[in-house]
């Protein structure tokens, strides 16, 4: 289906079974296959961002904010899920951003009062966008900041909230951090996008999880900044008519169950 597809026919495809979710998810293949926005021949080139982010982990690196990792195995063609765009690239999630695995502190640290950071441990906490804090913590061990992708990297396997405060993350999640002047948001869409690929990775028997590893892997598309950032754009229009498309829906199906009760009621007088 092509953007032009999707935008004449989003009303019909919406009232379908299951049709705001196939949609949301259809937006976001696009996005991610540079099929949403147009590529602009005057956007600086996507190895630019490359360089800033490699200077901003070396940076960070320097001042000991980050650990040095192992080098990330260098993309071959034959593992490629898709051809991107010319002026895009393949980068593998631990060469594109840092990635911080939560450790849960103990217990006696965890209160209701609001003392501390708020702590997270996985999909439980976790809102349309943003997560909703139900325990603090006022010894945290592991950190998310504001601008972070959290990920949820055991039972499930691949939700993702976007952390809009400093926050205390259990070993349930693992916080994405973007680096050099990466677009955060479109982090947050490529992840949502490949939720099902991260899935796929899971094992275990008495739940299922992925491990860092397993995030390093992970193989995803990156276009240019400006690029991203029209991406971006385009994919919170479209997710924002998805929600009011939603609510409408539902605004129609309680309406239709109201009147099937009344019209019961009055058969049955």
Sequence with gaps: MTPHDLLTNFETLAEAPNG??????LVLELAVRGKLVEQE??????????????????????????????NPRPV???????????????????E???????QSPGSEFYNSVKDGLPFYQGKAD?????????????????????GDVLV??????GPTNLSNETCCIGRGLAALRSLGDA?????????????????????????????????AELLIPVPPLPEQRRIVARVDELMALLDRLSQALETHSNLAAKFAAAAVHHLEV
């Design 41 to 70: 021949s005057a956007d600086e080139p996507v190895q630019n961002l490359v360089s800033r982010i490699k200077r901003d982990r070396a940076r960070r690196l320097s001042l000991g904010e980050f650990r040095s990792g192992k």
């Design 96 to 102: 594109y951003c840092h990635i911080e695995m939560g």
């Design 20 to 25: 705001i979710q196939r949609l949301r998810e």
């Design 126 to 146: 976790f809102g349309l966008i943003h997560p909703r804090p139900r325990v603090w913590c006022n010894s945290p061990t592991k950190t998310a900041i504001a």
């Design 183 to 215: 677009e955060p948001l479109y982090l947050l869409w490529v992840m949502r996008a490949f939720e099902r690929t991260l899935a796929r990775k899971a094992t275990g028997t008495t739940f299922v999880a992925v491990s860092r590893s397993d995030l």
């Design 152 to 157: 949820s990297v055991r039972a499930p396997v």
């Design 76 to 94: 071959t063609e034959n593992e490629l899920p898709f051809q991107c765009p010319g002026p895009w690239r393949w980068m593998r999630l631990e």
